[in-house]
């Protein structure tokens, strides 16, 4: 059986060295490769597929255009997109593993007992984390955003208000005092307010991985907080991804030792 990754760009995905290892631990003899499709190909590639294929790993910029081609589950339908696709004798099937990404991620590093967080940005990933921390009994996220007017930021709220979540979202900048701060920014880009934040936060959740660490990341380590990593979300939602694609489960732990000792060896090569 076969399955991948696809995205554009996709060859730095850590997918292929996650699912590598966890096809040795189950003793799956699958295949598992990093696919690049351009923006507006995925069906076109989905339509393709013969029955060896059991599914799809789906990143950027695809993440969107996946949920028509399968039957949604509950978190796509919230979200408006979706990281996997399972394909079966039944019809495929949608899902989005990256709420119990974050949720797996945060138990991980024990980050619990969270009233209030402050959320770096409001985009797709930020949505997933705000549907987390609904079902992790937060009561309060504040969103900084660089953009007020941004369609990403009226999504966010509309998603708060129907998960009965409080919620705000300010301009960019020096965060008030929060249990947690998520930020959901690209690599690089919360290094102005790395300072602030730490000074705000019990805990620094940085969905970066790759250059790791970030200027946030290690400000966070240096003042002794608990610092949770992109690369512990990422193994956190492949836990439930491998559980659809093969139906057998591996542990976190081992993922993210292979997605470590990936990126070990790219700064090494």
């Not at 996650?18 to 690049?36: H, I, K, M, P, T």
């Not at 138990?107 to 967080?117: C, G, I, K």
């Not at 985009?123 to 660089?146: E, F, K, S």
């Not at 300010?170 to 965060?175: F, K, N």
Request: net charge negative.
């Amino acid at each position: 059986m076969r399955c991948a990754v696809v995205g554009h760009p996709v060859a730095h995905s850590l997918s292929p060295a996650l699912y590598r290892s966890a096809y040795a631990e189950l003793g799956f003899a699958w295949s598992f490769d990093a696919v690049d499709i351009p923006e507006g190909g995925l069906a076109g590639f989905v339509a393709g597929l013969d029955d060896t294929w059991r599914g799809l790993a789906v990143t950027m910029p695809h993440k969107t255009a996946v949920t028509a081609l399968g039957k949604p589950d509950q978190a796509v339908k919230r979200l408006g997109v979706g990281n996997t696709l399972v394909l079966g004798d039944g019809g495929a099937s949608v899902h989005n593993t990256d709420v119990s990404g974050f949720i797996r991620a945060l138990e991980y590093r024990h980050v619990d007992d969270v009233t209030e967080v402050v959320m770096l940005g409001a985009g797709a990933t930020a949505r997933a984390g705000l549907m987390a921390l609904n079902n992790l009994g937060v009561g309060r996220v504040t969103a900084h955003v660089r953009d007020m007017a941004s369609p990403s930021v009226t999504a966010w709220l509309k998603l708060a208000d129907d998960l009965g979540l409080v919620a705000d979202v300010e301009t960019l900048g020096t965060p008030h005092q929060a249990d947690l701060v998520i930020s959901t920014l690209p690599a690089g880009q919360a290094d102005a307010w790395a300072d602030a934040v730490v000074d705000s936060a019990g805990a620094v959740f940085d969905v970066a991985y790759d250059p790791w660490p970030t200027r946030l990341s290690a400000v966070a380590a240096a003042a002794n907080l608990t610092v949770v990593s992109g690369l512990d979300l990422l193994a956190g939602q492949a836990v439930q991804q491998i559980d659809y694609l093969l139906g057998d489960t591996v542990d976190l732990t081992l993922l993210l030792a292979a997605g470590e000792a990936e990126l070990t060896r790219r700064r090494m090569a």
